[in-house]
């Protein structure tokens, strides 16, 4: 693969490593570590580890990410559609490990598709709180939402807006945000050999004024108290420490707080950006040291008194019509989880949970979702969506189908194929099913005797 790189790449590395030049060009010669990382919104990892069905090695610096063989295929099982796992390079999973949300918190993931960062992100709040994540790219926001949605978290806001238009609508409104911003990825290089073809020392030089752009934006963004992740999967200087070095030097406001130690990290370097001895703070991953690819963070604070936790939003004094309340309550009686009717929004027959917290700063932007979808009005009846299935977890639901993940009716169920039940795996009668594989839901199926009418949408399927 040397041959592939890029010339004025090979000599930049050459100087930034030395010695250790040699050992960073071998890596490319060795097979890529593949990881997943466990959605503690619906399994603790002990759990995870006792029912995974192919072999897993822990992350030493994800708490709950892990390694797994390239010849698993871990997409086609069950507990995939079930969101108990999202796939993710090891090393991209570090930066939303080392922002310490914590639920109730008001987060914002910038540049958030395909999600794997923002999923982890949302695990943390625990339903508490907010997180709005972000991606310029419209099509890429629609995947962003799958991935939330699969994930079964409810307090989202997904948009698809320019980043200096949300610095205007949320002047210091975020206690975490999360930038990953776009970059010339050189780390992703054994990866996606894409990127070989696309670099060149001038794209990485116009991403840096990218990144300035994007990075002062979120700084606008984030409350005094509050702390920011920068991070990329490049190892250039001039969008690393480089655009770092400009944040301190425009908002002196900010600082560089230190960042989780693990065997294989290494400290930024001063001199790759405007001498500032702080950006040792700063992390650099290198694939020679460690088993993943290539990426680079820092974590700032913005000085000021910590701000508290954002209280519930109170219900609105005005719920849905009598007609709706009615069809609503007649199926969210069977839902087992605590619900507030005054979150309760209708829009255009379709039927949102609000978040806990006032957004009312979205008016006029372009979002793709407002909470969490719960389904829609029809004539004379409530249809649940997808979503509120995944969001319900386990025993979240008064009738639920019990498969084993082994079991080929499952399959046929995410292709969207009327299955056979028997008698003994019937919990109650006729009506709403949450699907699951083992414990886990996967979606709604409509029971007619021993027939479930398979409700899981034409869009998901298999």
């Given at each position: 693969?040397?041959?592939?790189?890029?010339?004025?790449?090979?000599?930049?590395?050459?100087e930034?490593?030395?010695?250790?030049?040699?050992?960073f060009?071998?890596h490319?010669?060795?097979?890529?570590?593949?990881?997943?990382?466990?959605?503690?919104?619906?399994?603790?990892?002990?759990?995870?580890?006792?029912?995974?069905?192919?072999?897993?090695?822990?992350?030493?610096?994800?708490?709950?990410?892990?390694?797994?063989?390239?010849?698993?295929?871990?997409?086609?099982?069950?507990?995939?559609?079930?969101?108990?796992?999202?796939?993710?390079e090891?090393?991209?999973?570090?930066?939303?490990?080392?922002?310490?949300?914590?639920?109730?918190?008001?987060?914002?993931?910038?540049?958030?598709?395909?999600?794997?960062?923002?999923?982890?992100?949302?695990?943390?709040?625990?339903g508490?709180?907010i997180?709005?994540?972000?991606?310029?790219?419209s099509?890429?926001?629609?995947?962003?939402?799958?991935?939330?949605?699969?994930?079964?978290?409810?307090?989202?806001?997904?948009?698809?807006?320019?980043?200096?238009?949300?610095?205007?609508?949320?002047?210091?409104?975020?206690?975490?945000?999360l930038?990953?911003?776009?970059?010339?990825g050189e780390?992703?290089?054994?990866?996606?050999?894409?990127?070989?073809?696309?670099?060149?020392?001038?794209?990485?030089?116009?991403l840096?004024?990218?990144?300035?752009?994007?990075?002062?934006?979120?700084?606008?963004?984030?409350?005094?108290?509050?702390?920011?992740?920068?991070?990329?999967?490049?190892?250039?200087?001039?969008?690393?420490?480089?655009?770092?070095?400009?944040?301190?030097?425009h908002?002196?406001?900010?600082?560089?707080?230190?960042?989780?130690?693990?065997?294989?990290?290494?400290?930024?370097?001063?001199?790759w950006?405007?001498?500032?001895?702080?950006?040792?703070?700063?992390?650099r991953?290198?694939p020679?040291?460690?088993?993943?690819?290539?990426h680079?963070?820092?974590?700032?604070?913005?000085?000021?008194?910590?701000?508290?936790?954002f209280?519930p939003?109170?219900?609105?004094?005005?719920?849905?019509?009598?007609?709706?309340?009615?069809?609503?309550?007649?199926?969210?009686?069977?839902?087992?989880?605590?619900?507030?009717?005054?979150?309760?929004?209708?829009?255009?027959?379709?039927?949102?949970?609000?978040?806990?917290?006032?957004?009312?700063?979205?008016?006029?932007?372009?979002?793709?979702?407002?909470g969490?979808?719960?389904?829609?009005?029809?004539?004379?009846?409530?249809?649940?969506?997808?979503?509120?299935?995944?969001?319900?977890?386990?025993?979240?639901?008064?009738?639920?189908?019990?498969?084993?993940?082994?079991?080929?009716?499952?399959?046929?169920?995410?292709?969207?194929?009327?299955?056979?039940?028997?008698?003994?795996?019937?919990?109650?009668?006729?009506?709403?099913?949450?699907?699951?594989?083992?414990?886990?839901?996967?979606?709604?199926?409509?029971?007619?005797?021993?027939?479930?009418?398979n409700?899981?949408?034409?869009?998901?399927?298999?």
């Amino acid at each position: 693969m040397e041959a592939n790189l890029p010339k004025d790449f090979i000599t930049r590395m050459q100087e930034m490593l030395g010695e250790e030049f040699p050992l960073f060009l071998e890596h490319y010669e060795k097979p890529r570590e593949y990881g997943l990382r466990v959605n503690t919104l619906k399994i603790s990892c002990e759990e995870f580890e006792s029912l995974c069905p192919f072999p897993i090695e822990r992350i030493p610096w994800v708490p709950n990410g892990y390694f797994y063989p390239p010849d698993v295929r871990p997409s086609l099982h069950p507990y995939y559609q079930a969101g108990l796992y999202y796939l993710q390079e090891p090393s991209a999973m570090t930066p939303a490990a080392c922002l310490p949300v914590q639920p109730g918190d008001a987060v914002l993931d910038l540049c958030a598709a395909p999600g794997g960062k923002a999923t982890e992100l949302a695990a943390c709040l625990r339903g508490e709180g907010i997180l709005i994540a972000n991606d310029i790219s419209s099509s890429r926001a629609k995947a962003l939402l799958r991935n939330l949605e699969l994930f079964g978290v409810s307090n989202l806001v997904v948009t698809s807006e320019k980043p200096e238009r949300l610095a205007d609508r949320f002047p210091e409104f975020f206690h975490k945000i999360l930038l990953d911003a776009p970059c010339s990825g050189e780390g992703m290089f054994r990866k996606d050999e894409n990127l070989i073809r696309d670099w060149s020392t001038e794209k990485s030089d116009k991403l840096a004024q990218i990144q300035r752009e994007l990075i002062l934006d979120a700084a606008r963004m984030l409350r005094p108290g509050g702390l920011l992740l920068y991070s990329t999967c490049t190892f250039a200087p001039a969008e690393d420490e480089g655009t770092i070095s400009w944040l301190l030097e425009h908002c002196p406001e900010f600082s560089l707080q230190p960042l989780p130690s693990y065997p294989g990290f290494s400290p930024g370097v001063p001199r790759w950006g405007n001498e500032d001895p702080s950006l040792s703070r700063c992390v650099r991953i290198w694939p020679h040291k460690m088993r993943g690819e290539g990426h680079f963070l820092a974590l700032l604070k913005k000085e000021g008194e910590s701000v508290p936790l954002f209280q519930p939003k109170k219900g609105k004094k005005k719920g849905p019509d009598k007609a709706s309340a009615a069809l609503l309550n007649e199926f969210f009686q069977n839902v087992k989880i605590p619900f507030d009717p005054g979150r309760v929004e209708i829009r255009n027959e379709k039927v949102y949970y609000l978040p806990p917290v006032d957004v009312s700063a979205l008016r006029g932007l372009h979002f793709l979702r407002n909470g969490l979808y719960l389904g829609d009005l029809k004539k004379n009846r409530f249809e649940p969506s997808q979503p509120l299935a995944l969001s319900l977890g386990r025993n979240g639901f008064t009738s639920m189908i019990h498969l084993d993940p082994a079991d080929d009716r499952i399959s046929k169920y995410l292709k969207g194929e009327t299955l056979n039940l028997q008698e003994e795996e019937i919990s109650s009668p006729n009506g709403w099913q949450l699907v699951c594989a083992g414990d886990f839901p996967l979606g709604w199926g409509k029971l007619v005797g021993q027939t479930l009418k398979n409700k899981y949408p034409s869009g998901w399927r298999i």
